[in-house]
């Protein structure tokens, strides 16, 4: 990876305190586990950024080598990879999603 | 791919692990799995998942992967058993 990819990516993922990597966007989600994410921080009421993946082919690939996680969604806070819908349905479902984003 | 070649390939990563594998939607390429491992111990979730990532990398990622999406639930087996 380029270091120009490589600061593009930390810079993308610092334009939110609560980022999330997707697949489409909050308001049209393109695939089922994105959209889930969106739901549960929806339910939180804590506001968040996205960026939409499959417009940023090179952003894609390069976010899965950055952060060794191959898979979208990818859900950021302070910048420190929080997980993809698995962990983020079970973060919420433990009660433990709202102090980690209000933290 | 089949269930049997996704567990297999997390097996050859975490030996001791007990992995179960669902084809969710009969294609070959949506799946739900369970890993019960030691190696889980004292790590965190994307620790966790990464470690499984990593044994299935080639299959994940790439305009041929055959893996379009792969749930993960872990556990170690001191978790596995109060569940």
Redesign the interface.
Known sequence: MTDELRKRIADTIARGRVMLFMKGNPAMPQCG?SASVVGILKQTGVPFDSYNILADQELR?GL?EYS????FPQLYVDGK???????VR??HQKGELTKILAS | MTPDDVRSRIQAALPDADVSVIDTTGGGDHFDATVVSAAFSGKG??ER??LI??AL?DA??GPRAPIH?????TATPEEYQRK
């Not at chain 1, 990879?81 to 962990?87: R, T």
């Open positions: 586990f690939e899965k060794s996680w191959p898979t990879l929080i997980g993809g819908a698995d962990i079970d973060l | 979730a994307v998942h990464r990532y990593a990398n994940i990622t999406a792969l749930a993960l639930t």
